[in-house]
């Protein structure tokens, strides 16, 4: 995802001279290094100084240019939260916000570089727009739309590198911002998620149609706001058996979203959610190992599922 | 800034000192005018920063003598004293009476913080230590662009004590950043009170900001000649810093240095008395 991330700013750099790419101190490799290389003027090192690096992208912006911030998501927003709420939100500028490696992807790094409450912080700032595009191509797309379309303020979940291209034999065909995605179209359950973790629901849908002959669907929301409240109440219509499960804690999650949507619009379904737990990781290994301590492997999350 | 075309060119003059003066007590009346209406009013640290504020406007912004001034940006960081913005802004003619006559009140557009659509208003400040960093982002613009425009920016003493303005202004050196030229309001005075008391290492100013690369100039905040000649010590590729020694609550006695004036309005009592002090002692 971070490399088609840099080949996409690249090549709408290239095109549109008012791209421009902030760092906090990440070194840049790939496209980023070639953006950096043939366009210097345009690609700005601001050290490890990230409430400066929100505040210079804002000038820029209130200049006319849409810049791209990019750093670790813990160090993207919530060390310059305050910031991104005055200086993007408040202005309501068209700057982006990458957040990179969210979710428990930096397994070994400790709970200082796990993002878990991202989408809850940026979700609650007016005029933000929040997006986790599940992999690769749809990384592009989006980063194409915040290069050209966004209207003000974007935070963007970024995975790391070598997610599988899994929206290349989607259902939906077509991936629109602000339009949930059906990835796989199933009749029984449907399966919602965003970001990286559409990738375990697809383990689990394999598995339910393997050991109980059970077709899911997997439904990706990869704008996390706006909400798409259209496509979001026709899956609450349909479906008997709702199950939400994503990398990130509850309070403030996209299940919480969902479920007072579904609670305002009286539409009583059977809505479950795997989140995080509200509580901090203290322990290290894989990314796998650290989802599956907090309840989101195949088995505990079939499990869940099999709950009456 | 489509605001400041509001200004047209018919209208500037060539900077004018004893014109300057008699603008501050103007806009110090109107002030006091205007705390007749509302509870709330910064009034300590908007009447610090007046001659600054009128010599950015007149001396480097709208000014005859300045080719393209207009084109020249300026942010209040300390948003807290954009009453002196607000009136200069009148004075100008780019913010109506109506404005002025609705401050914080629910039918007007403006409030105790500048805000960004606003006239004349051209960044959102009022959290202080955020100016430093849209001042670098746009003094940045302006270079990669290779404009000769300047970017005027207005910074409270607290704001020094911000760790996000020395992120950035390290950045502007890095940047070599020599069309952000900053002034510092140093009235010395903050809401917990004098500032060599309850923040001593705060002191020596000057020698921070130039251990940062950035060139320092020292003036009396309180005379635009002082004020205009500070701006010789700036140098090539370097950000420019002058520090204007002030005087928080600057022209009413019993508001001068008095910290319970960073907020608060005067009475009808208290203002009659002002008014009388201001007429003597600039007449």
Redesign the interface.
């Known amino acids: 995802m971070r490399n088609k991330f840099a080949d996409a700013i690249f090549e709408i750099g290239s095109v549109n001279k008012n791209i421009c790419a902030l760092v906090a101190d990440i070194s840049p490799a790939g496209s980023m290094e070639k953006f950096r290389k043939k366009y210097p003027?345009?690609f700005?090192n601001?050290?490890v100084?990230e409430?400066?690096m929100?505040?210079?992208?804002?000038?820029?912006?209130?200049?006319?240019?849409r810049p791209f911030c990019y750093t670790i998501a813990t160090f993207a927003l919530f060390r310059p939260f305050?910031?991104i709420r005055?200086?993007l939100g408040?202005?309501n500028l068209p700057v982006t916000v990458i957040g990179m490696g969210a979710g428990l992807i930096y397994s070994t790094l400790g709970g200082t570089h796990h993002s878990m409450e991202d989408i809850a912080i940026a979700s609650s700032i007016p005029n933000m727009t929040v997006l986790a595009p599940c992999d690769p191509i749809e990384m592009k797309l989006a980063t194409i739309w915040c290069a050209t379309k966004s209207k003000g303020p974007v935070y963007m979940r970024l995975g790391k590198v070598g997610e599988p291209e899994i929206t290349k034999d989607a259902y939906d065909k077509k991936f629109t911002i602000g339009k949930l995605r059906y990835i796989k179209k199933g009749e029984d359950i449907a399966l919602i998620s965003y970001g990286i973790t559409i990738n375990v629901l697809i383990e689990v849908s394999k598995e339910l149609k393997n050991k109980q002959n059970i077709n899911c669907s997997i439904i990706n929301m990869h704008t996390i706001k706006p909400l798409d409240k259209k496509g979001l109440e026709k899956i609450l219509k349909k479906y008997k058996k709702i199950i939400i499960v994503e990398e990130h804690v509850p309070y403030g999650s996209v299940s919480s979203m969902i479920k007072s949507y579904a609670y305002e619009n009286k539409i009583f379904t059977d809505i479950k959610s795997v989140t995080l737990k509200d509580e901090f990781i203290h322990f290290y290994g894989s990314h796998k190992e650290l989802l599956n301590k907090h309840g989101l492997s195949t088995s505990k999350i079939i499990k869940k599922i099999n709950e009456k | 800034m489509d605001n400041n075309l509001k200004f047209s060119k018919r209208n500037l003059k060539k900077f004018n000192i004893t014109d300057s003066r008699k603008r501050c007590l103007k806009y110090r009346r109107k002030l006091l005018d205007i705390s007749q209406t509302v509870t709330a009013l910064h009034a300590g640290g908007a009447l610090s920063s007046m001659e600054i504020v009128d010599f950015i406007y007149y001396g480097l912004i709208y000014n005859k003598n300045i080719p393209d001034g207009s084109k020249n940006t300026f942010l209040m960081s300390k948003g807290h004293g954009c009453m002196s913005q607000y009136i200069a802004l009148n004075e100008l003619g780019i913010l109506d009476d109506k404005h002025l006559e609705t401050y914080c009140k629910s039918n007007g557009i403006l409030g105790c913080h500048p805000d960004f659509g606003n006239p004349g208003i051209e960044a959102s400040t009022g959290s202080l230590g955020h100016g430093m960093g849209l001042a670098t982002g746009m003094a940045y613009f302006e270079k990669i662009n290779k404009t000769n425009n300047n970017i005027y920016v207005v910074l409270s003493d607290g704001e020094l004590q911000e760790g996000s303005t020395w992120e950035a202004m390290m950045m502007a050196a890095n940047l070599k950043l020599d069309n952000l030229i900053c002034f510092l309001d140093h009235n010395g005075s903050q809401s917990f009170g004098n500032t060599k008391i309850t923040h001593p290492k705060f002191y020596p100013i000057n020698s921070k900001i130039k251990s940062f690369n950035w060139s320092v100039g020292k003036a009396n905040g309180h005379d635009v000649r002082s004020i205009s000649s500070s701006l010789k010590n700036r140098k090539e590729n370097k950000p420019h810093m002058t520090i204007c020694d002030t005087i928080k609550g600057k022209g009413v006695s019993f508001m001068e240095n008095k910290p319970i004036w960073h907020y608060r309005s005067p009475n009808s009592e208290e203002y009659k008395i002002a008014i009388n002090e201001l007429t003597q002692v600039y007449s």
Do not use: H, N, T
């Not at chain 1, 929100?54 to 240019?65: D, E, F, Q």
């Open positions: 003027d345009r700005i601001c050290g100084a409430q400066s929100i505040g210079i992208s804002a000038g820029l912006a209130l200049k006319g240019m305050e910031f005055v200086d408040y202005q």
